[in-house]
């Protein structure tokens, strides 16, 4: 079975119609969550059947799509809209429960505290079946002011991870400070996240905690070689910061590093073969969210970007239980509720 681990709620156009209504009444017109009709979704579902076919993928982890998440917009509005879309989401999964899972959009709120997503993750879990969540390192949008994911803010919900025993899906949402696009702004945010998460030794705190980091894990892999010198030369540095000096971390950055998990959702068969090499096999799960930014046509190859199981196939230094973690059974360590 091909599993990919990262993807996105494809739900027909009246949800974001009745997200606009919302969003021009901050969130006053809560009771306008549209109830599209199961026909209706069914029937928009059908293009992402045909593209998950195309390209042999058996099953998705679906979570709300980041960039339409609006969490720099204020409580009352990211409450109502991550239930509405959170509902959307479990709505595509019971249409189609061989094809798809749930994965929990999170309500989080810069300035607040985590521990305000609690309600709709348990609901999300425990009421609609999901089996893991998404969490955003800067909710405020490249606006500022939010914890890297090594502070002891974000520790609750690390905590109440490992009581559900469910992973996360690490993955930056919108931008709004005119510096970078959204896609610059997940590079940036996972790569942060990543190794604040190194610098506090969070995974050697929480040892049963499971991190997917999307799109490869941001730049970290590609540029370990910088990490791994800082790490030896400058054993000390950032020691001022929180994360420096809650650091309980021993080992080699490797070691580190390779307590994480990494989706392939790279869109480059280069940069694929790069991070098995540095993270290894045991770390890597098929991810490529289709359909989505990296469904265009490659006109070097003639397939999408995002159709990166023919390059995996492909890449000879791997052996067949290589391609099976990649593709199935890191997937089946991480996640319950996957079909046979």
Not at 242 to 252: A, D, I, L, S, W
Not at 328 to 336: D, Q, Y
């Amino acid at each position: 079975m091909i599993i990919d681990v990262h993807s996105h709620l494809w739900a027909p156009p009246e949800l974001n119609s009745n997200g606009m209504n919302l969003l021009g009444s901050d969130g006053s017109y809560s009771g306008m969550e549209p109830r599209i009709p199961d026909e209706r979704f069914v029937e928009h579902l059908q293009v992402l059947f045909k593209a998950l076919d195309l390209v042999g993928t058996d099953f998705q982890m679906v979570s709300p799509r980041p960039f339409t998440m609006l969490h720099s917009r204020g409580a009352r509005l990211v409450d109502v809209w991550t239930r509405w879309t959170n509902n959307a989401v479990a709505q595509q999964v019971r249409l189609a429960p061989d094809r798809f899972i749930g994965m929990a959009g999170l309500p989080q709120v810069p300035g607040e505290p985590i521990e305000r997503v609690f309600p709709e993750m348990d609901r999300c879990i425990r009421e609609l079946g999901f089996n893991s969540v998404l969490i955003n390192p800067d909710p405020s949008e490249g606006l500022g002011g939010v914890p890297a994911m090594g502070d002891p803010y974000w520790y609750p919900l690390y905590e109440r991870m490992c009581e559900y025993d469910v992973p996360a899906l690490i993955h930056a949402a919108s931008c709004c400070n005119g510096r970078e696009t959204y896609a610059n702004h997940f590079i940036t945010e996972h790569s942060i996240a990543l190794l604040s998460m190194i610098k506090a030794g969070v995974m050697q705190r929480y040892p049963k905690l499971k991190i997917v980091v999307a799109h490869g894990g941001g730049s970290v892999p590609y540029q370990v070689g910088r990490w791994r010198a800082e790490r030896g030369s400058f054993p000390d540095l950032g020691k001022g910061s929180v994360e420096g000096r809650m650091n309980q971390q021993e080992g080699t950055f490797d070691d580190a590093l390779r307590c994480f998990h990494f989706d392939t959702c790279l869109h480059s068969p280069l940069s694929v073969e790069l991070l098995i090499k540095v993270v290894g096999t045991d770390a890597v799960c098929f991810g490529t969210e289709r359909l989505g930014s990296g469904s265009q046509i490659n006109d070097a190859t003639g397939r999408s970007f995002d159709d990166m199981k023919p390059d995996i196939e492909a890449m000879d230094f791997l052996s067949k239980d290589d391609r099976y973690k990649i593709f199935e059974g890191n997937a089946r360590r991480l996640f319950t509720g996957l079909p046979d």
